[in-house]
């Protein structure tokens, strides 16, 4: 089993910035990819950012030059440091590992708004 616990997330003002951390505990080794999805509500889980253990990294067109999916290996934690915030970025942001079964964290909300 692997364990995922998200941190971070907020209100912000429209522009401003949010760094969320993913920390992963457990039997990681077998951790291939771990991303970052986002659901608002009404609306499906949708990824966001995802990065491999190679740190090949992929971004949903709507995030592309705003947010930076990033891992630190010695400490098993994925990092997404978001940027330019809009108020469309308001989601519950959910942290996920794929290894030979997908894990979820439990979601941290992001809140965009003056």
């Known amino acids: 089993q692997v364990q995922l616990v998200e941190s971070g997330g907020g209100l912000v003002q429209p522009g401003g910035s949010l760094r969320l951390s993913c920390a992963a505990s457990?039997?990681?080794?077998?951790?291939?990819?771990m991303g970052w999805y986002r659901q608002a509500p009404g609306k499906q889980r949708e990824l966001v950012a995802v990065?491999?253990?190679?740190?090949?990294?992929n971004y949903a067109d709507s995030v592309k030059g705003r947010f930076t999916i990033s891992r630190d290996s010695a400490k098993n934690t994925v990092y997404l440091q978001m940027n330019s915030l809009k108020p469309e970025d308001t989601a519950v942001y959910y942290c996920?590992?794929?290894?030979?079964?997908?894990?979820w964290g439990q979601g941290t909300q992001v809140t965009v708004s003056s």
């Open positions: 996920n590992a794929n290894s030979y079964k997908i894990y």
């Open positions: 457990g039997s990681i080794f077998g951790i291939y990819a």
């Open positions: 990065i491999t253990t190679s740190s090949t990294t």
